[in-house]
Each structure stands twice: as C-alpha cells, then as structure tokens.
C-alpha cells in the first residue's frame, strides 16, 4: 500500500477514536456551534503558522486555545448571549483568516486543501500529533467520564455535590479546540465539526446508555470515514466531503430506520 | 448577629446573608438554620428568592455577605427545581439514580424500592412522568446516605392526589434516616401540617417558626392573604389560635380579617 494511503487512513483512525466520545459532549452540552467557531479559528492558525514559519498545527492549536479563552472570559457576562458570541467570533475569525491567507506573499497557501481537508497530504508530523491529541483526549474523557457525565446532565446539582462544573467545562473546550487543530487536516475547518457530532447523533439512536453511545459513535464515525474515503478514492471525489456525506447518509438511514420502528410499535 | 457554636444536631447555619444581581438586591439579612430531624420548609411568592437562598447554602452560588457554617463532612441530597432532562443522553432510571456514586444495583433497587418505583428501575429516564421522575430522584438522594436533603419543589408536575403521597414519602424518609430536610414549596396547604418550622421570605426573612405561628404572622397574611391562614393545622377563625402543643394563645391586632 502507497504510504500516502496508509497515512490517510490511519489519521483516520486515530480521529475517529477521539471524536467517537468527544462528540458525544458535543452533542449533549451543545456544543456543535462552539466546534464550529474553533474550526473557522483554525486557518488565521494557519497563516500564523506559515507566516512565523513554525509548524502549522501548533499555529492552530496556539489561535484556537486563545479563541477558547476568549470564550470562557466572554462567557461571564450577561449582556451578550452565547451563541451570539459564537457567531461574532465564528465569522471574524474566518474573515480574518482569510486575509490573513491572502496577504501571505510568497507563500502559496492551499486554501482549498485548509477548508476542505487535504487527507493525502497528510505527512508523519501530522500522525503524531492526531495520535498524541487522540490519547490525549482519551485518556481524559476517560478518566473523567462519570464528573463529565454529571455535570453535563445537570450543573448545579453537581456543583452541590462538589463536581468542579466550570473546570470541567473549559477542559472540555480545550479537548474541543486541541482535537479540531488536529483533525481539520483529513476533513477540513468548514467540516470537522461534521466528524464529531454526526457520528455521536448517529450514535444516539441507537445507544441505551452514555457509554454505548461513546462506543458507537467511534464505530459510526469508522464505518463513515472508510465508506467516504473508499468512495472517494473509488468515484475520484474530495476525500473531506465524501467523508462527511456518508455519515450523513448513515445518520438519515438510521434516522429513517429509526422511524419506521416507531411508527410500527406505535400501530 | 448570634455566634453561638454550631451544635452538634445543626447541619448548616447561615447568618446574615445577602447577595445582588447587578443592582437588584435579591436576599438580604437572611438567617437559617436545619438541625437533624426536623423538616424546614421556604415558602415565598415568586421571585422572593427562595430558589437563590437555597443555592447559596449549597455553593452554587455565592453570597455577597453573610456566614454559612457546615456541619463538618456534611452529606447533601439535593433535588433541583428544575431538571431539564432532555432525551439527548440515554439514561437508564437505574444510572440516573446511581449517577456520581458507586452504588452497586442492589443498593439502586433497594433506594428505588423505598420511593415506591423499583419496577422502572430498567426504563429510559427521560420517559418517566413527573411524579415518576421526582422519586427517581428522591431514590438518589437516599443513596447518598445525606444528611441533609434539599428539596427545591419536591412536587412540581405532581398531580394533586400524588402531592400529599410525596410528602408523606419525605416525611418517612426523614424518619428512616434521620436527617435534616430543607424544603421550598409553594403547597400551602400540606407544607404547614408537615413542617417543624416555616420560613417565610420575600428577599428577607418575613417571619419564621413554628406552622401556627407564622400562619398568623401578619407579614404572612400580607403576602398569602387572609384565607391563607387556613390551610395552617389547628388554626380556628376566632380570636384564638391553638399552638402545636394545642394552647391556646392570642392572635395580635394587626392580623388581617380572614
């Protein structure tokens, strides 16, 4: 097998690990918009990156954990309601990034590559750090999963039982950002949101407990990332885009599925 | 303000406190105490700030001024007013209950035995009805073990019938283990013959004691009305009110005329 091919696919594992239960929290706290302003964050990341010439991923990691911070301060007021903020930053970040990609003399950006994902470029640098994220992630998510689960079903009654809510919370938000830095290479800033809560919506109807729907989720978001990315290399089609069209896909057939079971229990 | 030593049947004592969002002034000069075994119950209209005393003497918000003293290694049970359990995640009634513990199942049947619903015990949570999901969550409070319960209208989305059931259940939970209970409630009615003490709020203290006493507080026939007054026990509609230990003691002047 070509390295390149290899690569992809393994980048590919390593996100879906990650994204299986991370997307859950996504879905349950939504969160989905929040994924989205990090992504859009992510390409002034990159012309950060390119223009201080150090390694484009910690560009991003670096503008996303400042987009994340600027959140959480942000969040503490009262006057501006969140998802208003989120829609503020989601865009101006996008803008600015854009500008700052086109005032990138000398250096030919990939602009496509960045908004839509660029899987066969993906080179062994760009393994380590999805894999590295990855654990990461897991080894968090893990660790703190029933505190996660808690403050996620109901905040103050787990303040009241000594649960650290906010720190919980802005954990949360940096997994977020730090696996978003890592995972918009196979897919893209504009779709890496796709990869993380599709497949936890997916996971859902089917789940009957937190951990199935984690579980899930991780299997889902394989199967949709091998059917997009075959498909793509089959049909010669954006790898990024078909990656996301099968998991939608999936989740509508599910959905679908999901339907008709009801309706025939309910006659 | 009193500086008496926390003893050893109070649970939580708060003195003096207050807090603000922005510039409205939501509690002011509060003072409360729960002991173990007795039943204290906040009653005030909407807005009076009872929800807000509550989160304050659990550290989910914090008071502007003003001291709470804990017993120390104080258990809560805590049922929130409002508990928006959407089908986003799914749960089981039996790791709901379970939830931020390590309860083994048989202790999850056992506390889902004693409020009535051990054969839901399998059922998705968010398919419970509101009577249902109330003793869920009372089940989990018991399995904490507390010491003190805090129930934040423990009855909402109960139908009449099922009220005063509920409220029997917490008065036997009381009894079995033991411990303080800290209610807010809008049920006049069945809140004043269950209560050991009743504490009237509108952003501060109206009045607070005993059912009877403060059912012919005039601070209290002010907020509630005059028919207000009957829904306390023993109470009469003569010039005379009966207190817990059946005397008969005078009503003052000022009490309305219900």
Known sequence: MDNFILYALLAGLGIVLSAGPLGCFIVWRQMAFFGDTVAHAALLGVALGLLLDMDVTLGVIIITALVTLALIVLGNQRLIATDTLLGILAHAMLAFGLIAAALLTGVRVDLMGYLFGDILAISRTDLYWIYAISALVLAVTGFLWKRFLMATIHEELAMAEGVPVRDLKIVLMILTALTIATAMKVVGILLITAMLIIPAATARLFARSPEQMAALAIVAGLAGFLGGFGGAFVLDLPAGPAIVATLTLMFLTGFGAMGILQGYKNT | MDTEPITTSVLIKASG????????????????????????????????????????????????????????????????????????????????????????????????????????????????????????????????????????????????????????????IKNRLGCGILMVSHDLHLVMGGSDKVICLNRHVCCAGVPVEVAKHPEYVRLFGPEARNFAVYTHHHDHIHDDAGHIIRVSEEDGDG
């Not at chain 2, 709470?68 to 995640?89: A, C, H």
């Open chain 2, 17 to 172: 406190l207050g807090i603000s969002f922005g510039a409205r002034s939501v509690l002011s000069n509060v003072d409360i105490c729960v002991s173990r075994g007795e039943i204290v119950t906040l009653i005030g209209p909407n807005g009076s700030g009872k929800s807000t005393l509550v989160k304050i003497l659990l550290g989910i918000l914090q008071a502007d001024c003003g001291t709470i003293e804990r017993r120390k290694g104080l258990r809560v049970g805590y049922l929130p007013q409002n508990f928006p359990l959407s089908g986003r995640i799914p749960l089981s009634v039996a790791r709901l209950v379970a939830l931020n513990g390590t309860a083994r199942r048989e202790a999850v049947v056992e506390a889902l035995a004693e409020t009535g619903i051990s054969h839901l015990i399998d059922t998705d949570a968010g398919a419970l009805s509101g009577g249902e999901f109330q003793r869920a969550m009372l089940a989990r409070a018991i399995l904490r073990k507390p010491d003190l319960m805090v129930l934040d209208e423990p009855v909402q989305g109960v139908d009449f019938a099922g009220e005063a059931r509920l409220y029997r259940l917490i008065q036997e």
